[in-house]
């Protein structure tokens, strides 16, 4: 279990329940209501927090004294949904069977809604049941005591593709997702995330390493909205993710919309001068500044004031970074 993984795990008390159905993501009691307001309040007065750090300053007027009551209450329900914490819904609403030489299996469609707000970037991703049996004996190893009471869907040597064993697991797996998420250990574990964006990630950067720059760019741009989602707890998890759009665009010879998401990346990386991404991404991104005409000057200052700071090693380029990105 790494760091992250063990300092959630000591702050989350979870009471194990036998049966995942009782489990809903919808569903809160008034521990997770409180842990709820404290985490809301931790983010307003965090400076990495995930509502700040990735929405940057609200531009909603400040409250004052000569407001009238209906304008306060308006500004506090304002600020209220501003703040709201973000949660994922997960919906397994169709599947397909796939059957090739040798073999046939259910591939189960689940579509990722963000609640809090209106959602227009919903994520839709396919997974067979050996996918979740696999996440699954993974998370045991890390969360053994929290999740070893849930009822895991057992194979079964026949009547696997009937509709009422289909739409049985359909349910069970929404339900096994909404538990999984609903504990902040195991929705910020590297297992979890992978769980749900890794095989993208990997037919994503496999087109990347083959020049199929636009085909690339389709996945990385579905999968950015996802993983933006799962790591607001620590927004330079997507770093990779974005510079590797960044490549991507640059290539294609977009330079505006390269220098676009290298200004998001940039942003995530502002505590975090000695990040491996850093020097390379600022490299890139005077190239593209000089390119379109703007101001390169700032960031010609940080990339020397990094260098500065670091001893005389090599330094890879953005896209040979990229490319080293989700090799089996």
């Not at 008390?13 to 993501?25: G, H, K, L, N, R």
């Not at 396919?126 to 895991?152: A, G, P």
């Not at 339900?175 to 929705?187: A, E, T």
Request: glycine letters at 4%; hydrophobic letters at 35%; charged letters at 30%.
């Amino acid at each position: 279990m790494d760091r992250d993984q063990r300092h959630t795990a000591e702050g989350d008390q979870w009471e194990p329940v036998t049966d995942i159905t009782t489990c809903s993501a919808a569903a809160q009691s008034d521990e997770e209501q409180n842990e709820t307001e404290a985490e809301i309040s931790f983010q307003l007065n965090n400076d990495n927090s995930e509502t700040v750090a990735l929405s940057g300053t609200s531009n909603s007027p400040s409250p004052s004294s000569s407001m009238t009551t209906k304008q306060l209450q308006d500004y506090w329900r304002n600020e209220k949904r501003r703040c709201r914490q973000v949660k994922l819904l997960f919906e397994i609403p169709s599947t397909r069977i796939v059957e090739q030489y040798l073999s046939k299996y259910v591939l189960y469609k689940i579509i990722i809604i963000q609640t809090g707000s209106f959602d227009g970037n919903k994520t839709v991703i396919e997974r067979r049941y050996s996918d979740f049996e696999k996440l699954h004996k993974n998370l045991l190893k890390d969360f053994n005591e929290e999740i070893e009471d849930v009822t895991f869907p057992k194979k079964c040597l026949t009547g696997n593709f009937t509709d009422e064993m289909i739409n049985e697991r359909k349910l069970a797996f929404r339900d096994y997702l909404g538990f999984l998420y609903s504990m902040k250990c195991v929705r910020r574990s590297k297992k979890f995330i992978d769980f749900l964006i890794r095989p993208e990630m990997e037919e994503a950067y496999g087109c990347l390493r083959g020049g199929q720059y636009t085909k690339a760019l389709e996945i990385l741009v579905q999968v950015v909205a996802l993983q933006e989602k799962l790591t607001k707890h620590s927004p330079v998890l997507i770093v990779p993710t974005l510079c590797a759009l960044v490549v991507c665009h640059k290539d294609l010879e977009n330079p505006a919309s390269a220098y676009e998401y290298g200004e998001k990346a940039l942003l995530r990386l502002q505590m975090h001068g000695g990040h491996r991404y850093y020097v390379p991404l600022l490299e890139t991104m005077i190239t593209l500044a000089y390119e379109l005409g703007k101001d390169f000057l700032s960031l010609q200052e940080k990339l020397e004031e990094s260098k500065a700071k670091r001893d005389q090693i090599k330094v890879f380029t953005l896209k040979e970074l990229a490319v080293r990105e989700y090799i089996q």
